[in-house]
Each structure stands twice: as C-alpha cells, then as structure tokens.
C-alpha cells in the first residue's frame, strides 16, 4: 500500500485572548501503517466546538491541554481505508476521536460506528451526536424541565442550544431562546419551534427578555456566560435550575472583567431563591447514551427534532472557522468537510 | 386576669450596613386577652441568627422584611400562661414565632411542643431546633458526604457549623473546621471532635486550608462567604457540593465589593469541576424532620453530638447580641434568656 500523506493542524502556539490564525498551523506528513488491531481512518467530517478553546490553554480543566505542536483535538466521522481488526472493514464509516486531521491510524476499540439513523452521516457529529447528548443528559438530568415552565437557552441556533430549546418543548415545556441577528432569531421560532427568541444583541434585551418571560425562568441552560446570564439572573424563579455546559462569552479573556465583583450578589440569589447551579460536562451521564440514542433518533425522524449545519469545506479553513465560531460567526452545528 | 404589660423589640430603621443599636427600640404596652383557640405566652428563651438580618433590609428574599415599627421576628421557646385551647395548659412549654417580645397571644396552630428532649429547653433553639436541622437537611439532601470524603464549614463553632462537623463525623467523612480566634479554633477539635480546624484570621489562612485538606473539598457548607469560599474554591474537587445556607459575611454590604468581577472565574470552576452551589433554606426539606429529630436526638443523647450555647440574659440586650452575632463575638448558640 502506497505511504500516506496527512493534513494535520496542529495548535502553534497558545491563544492571548482570540485565537489568531498563527495559533495554528498546517503540517503534512506520513500516516503509519495500521498495526494489528488498528484501522487507517480517512477523516469525512471534523466536528468543531466551543470546547476547544479551553484545549488550547495551559490552564487546568477537566481535560488536558493540546500540546504545543500537537494535533488539535476533536471528533470526526471517518471512513475506514484499512483495516487490521475483524470487526471493521474497507468502507465502514465511524466516529474517532482523531482531531483536525485527514488521516490517521486509530486503535478499533477507539471508535464506534456511526449509527444507521445519522443522515446525513455528518449528524453524528451534531443532533445524534455529542451535543445532542449534551442538551438531552443537561435537561434531563440538572434542568428537569416540567410541563408549563419555561426554558430560556443561548446560542439557541447552535447544535446544543437548538436541542435544548426542543427537547423542552417535548417535555412539555415552553422555550425561549437567545441567539445574535435577525437571522438567528428569525429561525428560532420558524425553524426550530421556540415560543419565543430574541436577540442579545438589542440595546433594549433585558427589557425584552423580561417581557418573553413573563412567569419568570425555571430553567436557564447555560452555554454562553457574560451578558446573557446577567439579563438572566434576576428573572430566575425559587428553586429554579441553571445546569452550566459552557461558556463561549469568556473563552478568550485574558483576565477578569473589571469590578465590581458581582460574587456576592450571585451566591446571594442563589441562597434567596434556592437556585440549583451545576457544571456537568456531557461524560458525567453516560449511562443516558442509549435512551438519548432511542428517543433523539425517533425525534429526528418523525421531524419533532430539527437541526441545521453549517457546512465549510477544507480542512485548511478550519482555523478561521473556529475562530468564528466563537464570535457565533456559524449558523448551526459548524462541521468542517475535509474529505468528499 | 391583671393586663399583663410586655416589653418588645421593634424595628426603628433599616440598617445601614452594620446595624446600630439605634436601629431598635425597647417598648412596652399591654398584651390582649387570648380568644378562643389562643394562648397567651411568656417568653422564655430567644433565638438570634443570622438570617434575622435579612429580615431588617427591604430587599426582595425568600421571607418578607419586618416593616418598620413592628416586633423583631424569631423563634422563641415560651410558657403558656393563659390557655384558650384544649390542647394547652397553663405552664405548658411551647416553640413560637413570636419574635423580640416577652409576653404575646398566639394562635395554638401557631406553635408546637418543646420536645422532651430538650434538656436544657433552650436546646430547641439550637441543635435539636431550626439550627441542627438546617445542618442536617442541608448536610443529607445536598452535602451528601461519602466515607471518606472531606467536608469544610465555617462558623464552625455555631449551631449550624458545630452540627455540620459533627454529622459529616457520623456520616464517615473528614470535618474540617473554620472559626475566628484561638478558643473557638482549640473548641473545633477538643470539644466538637473535628479532624482539623483553623483561624480565618491567620494572614496564612489560605496556605492552612490546603494543608488541612491534603485530598482536596468534596463538601463546603456554605454559611459565610467572603473570604473563606474564596479560599475554598480552588480546592474544590470535583462534583463537589456547596449547599448555600447563609452569607453572613456579606449581610452588612451596602455595596458590592470592588472588583474584579469574579463571577466568570466562579463559573468556569463550577463548569470545569461540575460543582453542585445549591441554595436552601430549613424548610425546604420538612419531610426529613422526624428522621431528623429521631437521629439527632439519640445522637445528642449518647453525647456523638455536643454543642454550646452563648446565653445573655435581658431582652433588652438582644440589639448589642446581635449586633455581635453578625461579627462572631458569640460562643455557641447565642439565645437570650428573656424569663428566668
């Protein structure tokens, strides 16, 4: 077999604040042969997300940081072009975890099969896949939505946000979600079927927010931090519950924002109205994976559960997308195509 | 029956920051008869806590503020002296809501026996009453300590902290415990039976904290704020829980703290170590109340829980007290005796 040859993109450099494009850089080079037990992926479909950011940090998280000169990390689709384990054969398409390169030897038991229901295969990465199971475990588990209370969810045109704003509604509650532009929020209640949407953006938003949430917030998913959470704060209900997934709003600052330290004031609203904050990362709940598999899956095909991708081309671009991507440049579950 | 006259203690001003005795006044004047399905009490103990100060501010809680120029609120244990109700008899000892005041008419569906198990009665105030159970309610259904497992409190020589230490001990984890002063630190061990305890004043507290917490915080009862949840939460495990019970650190701010704004910092640490901040207060959880009581009774009885009482007698002392409370001048549960 013919040596390969590897795209890979490596992280150059440790982000001050916003990724630059000099924070990545594109190397190429041999792929190994695959051993025995191994297969040789080609990588479809890169999945890029929020998360990534703090990967590219020395800080200490719940994952370690990228290496410097290290393949950045993620999740892809891929389609097996050699195989030295039984089970998997020319063609298979799975999910690795084998970051923003086009090729690479993975170890079988590193990867699963992308399930028959992902169609396009790329949903794996989005709806079916890790943030879909991030909306459902977060909602199901820390925000507990009951019938007649309402959700309010950013970025809510981002794969997570438009699960959670759905998954809501099919529990019987009511959905208000928070994206930027017309657009965005234009789509919220067109495409995705929120009660409500509204855009961060308005000189007038917490006004607005107020007013879409007339009886309050029982549950508030946390994916964005900053200004949003601040608007959301005062309107949470007694025993209201804020399961805490992300926080793209502070990703890039280099350091705390200026006073006054609003510490207090929050651990206050928490002890008055017996608020309920948990950080969860989607692992925490693995054992929800196959009835997220089930009930997602059914969601989809019946149409009770709709989605969009932003799709960008090239692996090259990846850099500039993710960079986006945390400016909520991206219109969906942003997926990098490296391979047709 | 000779109208009986009754000193009370009423609100004269919301308090600035820290209260002013002038922010109370001493009155006296007459108590009506009780009606049917009434009794009349003489005050024989009264509880002061922290929370009381919340009650002094117009801003929006859990509970209503005291209006201006009404009676102080709080629990006391009384006598009944005039019994309109079958169920009471005169020289009955009874738990009330009656606030700062010596004698008042109560309805009989107001109060509740003082249990019998309360030796000295005051002991219904403090680790067999609304202290104790605040500790174990919050302790059982939010703390959640494992064998094993390290658990912090602050004012740890208070009814809340004492009894927090003291179940975390039974329950089979670490207690950690955090006072002001050299007697109160040397109680936490020699009297409280915690594994370590030490001095948020020592200018090294921090360096302390981490040194007594060698594997880490799996639990901090949070009833203080300030400076010690700021030298907690770097050591915070992770799925550590922080029941939020009180801030007494915080009750006398008329103004946030100058900055840096910290709260982006405190939510990535709860997203990164998926912390549970949960606030409550006791009556969240009034189905535990009779495991409560069956436990901690046999617990008080067989002397695996002590505890300290801080009795000042006068009622017309209860301003100063209080006022002391708020700084940690108390030794133990701070109660005043209103009636030999």
């Given at each position: 077999m013919a040596e390969i040859q590897s795209s890979r993109i490596v992280l150059a450099s440790r982000p001050e604040g916003e990724p630059k494009p000099s924070d990545f850089r594109l190397e190429r080079g041999p792929v190994a042969a695959p051993r025995d037990g191994e297969l040789l992926l080609e990588t479809l479909f890169l999945s890029l997300d929020p998360y990534m950011r703090g990967r590219?940090?020395?800080?200490?998280?719940?994952a370690k940081p990228v290496e410097i000169g290290a393949v950045m990390e993620g999740e892809v689709v891929a389609?097996?072009?050699?195989?030295?384990?039984?089970?998997y054969a020319e063609g298979d398409l799975v999910l690795a975890?084998?970051?923003?390169?086009s090729h690479s030897v993975q170890p079988a038991s590193a990867v699963r099969r992308v399930p028959?229901?992902?169609?396009?295969?790329?949903t794996a990465l989005g709806v079916l896949g890790m943030p879909g199971l991030t909306a459902y475990v977060g909602l199901g588990n820390i925000g507990k939505p009951k019938p007649g209370e309402t959700v309010v969810v950013a970025a809510a045109t981002g794969p997570v946000g438009s699960a959670v704003g759905q998954i809501a509604k099919l529990r019987g509650a009511r959905a208000v979600g928070i994206a930027g532009g017309a657009t965005k929020v234009r789509a919220l209640t067109e495409?995705?079927?929120?009660d409500d949407a509204l855009d961060?953006?308005?000189?007038d938003f917490r006004e607005k927010l107020a007013a879409a949430c007339p009886d309050g917030i029982d549950v508030y998913f946390e994916n964005v931090g900053g200004g949003v959470f601040d608007a959301v704060l005062p309107l949470l209900n007694t025993f209201a519950r804020v399961p805490v997934c992300g926080l793209v709003a502070h990703y890039n600052e280099t350091a705390p924002p200026p006073?006054?330290?609003?510490v207090p004031g929050l651990m206050r609203a928490v002890l008055s109205k017996r608020l309920t904050v948990r950080g969860f990362i989607v692992?925490?709940?693995?054992?929800d994976i196959a009835a997220f598999e089930r009930e997602m899956t059914a969601w989809v095909r019946d149409g009770k559960v709709t989605w969009r991708e932003d799709v960008v081309d090239g692996l090259e671009n990846a850099p500039e997308a993710f960079i986006g991507l945390l400016k909520g440049d991206n219109f969906g579950k942003l997926v990098i195509r490296v391979a047709p």
């Amino acid at each position: 077999m013919a040596e390969i040859q590897s795209s890979r993109i490596v992280l150059a450099s440790r982000p001050e604040g916003e990724p630059k494009p000099s924070d990545f850089r594109l190397e190429r080079g041999p792929v190994a042969a695959p051993r025995d037990g191994e297969l040789l992926l080609e990588t479809l479909f890169l999945s890029l997300d929020p998360y990534m950011r703090g990967r590219m940090s020395a800080a200490k998280s719940y994952a370690k940081p990228v290496e410097i000169g290290a393949v950045m990390e993620g999740e892809v689709v891929a389609r097996v072009i050699a195989s030295r384990h039984a089970d998997y054969a020319e063609g298979d398409l799975v999910l690795a975890r084998s970051g923003w390169q086009s090729h690479s030897v993975q170890p079988a038991s590193a990867v699963r099969r992308v399930p028959d229901a992902a169609e396009p295969i790329s949903t794996a990465l989005g709806v079916l896949g890790m943030p879909g199971l991030t909306a459902y475990v977060g909602l199901g588990n820390i925000g507990k939505p009951k019938p007649g209370e309402t959700v309010v969810v950013a970025a809510a045109t981002g794969p997570v946000g438009s699960a959670v704003g759905q998954i809501a509604k099919l529990r019987g509650a009511r959905a208000v979600g928070i994206a930027g532009g017309a657009t965005k929020v234009r789509a919220l209640t067109e495409e995705f079927g929120f009660d409500d949407a509204l855009d961060h953006r308005a000189p007038d938003f917490r006004e607005k927010l107020a007013a879409a949430c007339p009886d309050g917030i029982d549950v508030y998913f946390e994916n964005v931090g900053g200004g949003v959470f601040d608007a959301v704060l005062p309107l949470l209900n007694t025993f209201a519950r804020v399961p805490v997934c992300g926080l793209v709003a502070h990703y890039n600052e280099t350091a705390p924002p200026p006073g006054p330290d609003r510490v207090p004031g929050l651990m206050r609203a928490v002890l008055s109205k017996r608020l309920t904050v948990r950080g969860f990362i989607v692992y925490d709940f693995a054992d929800d994976i196959a009835a997220f598999e089930r009930e997602m899956t059914a969601w989809v095909r019946d149409g009770k559960v709709t989605w969009r991708e932003d799709v960008v081309d090239g692996l090259e671009n990846a850099p500039e997308a993710f960079i986006g991507l945390l400016k909520g440049d991206n219109f969906g579950k942003l997926v990098i195509r490296v391979a047709p």
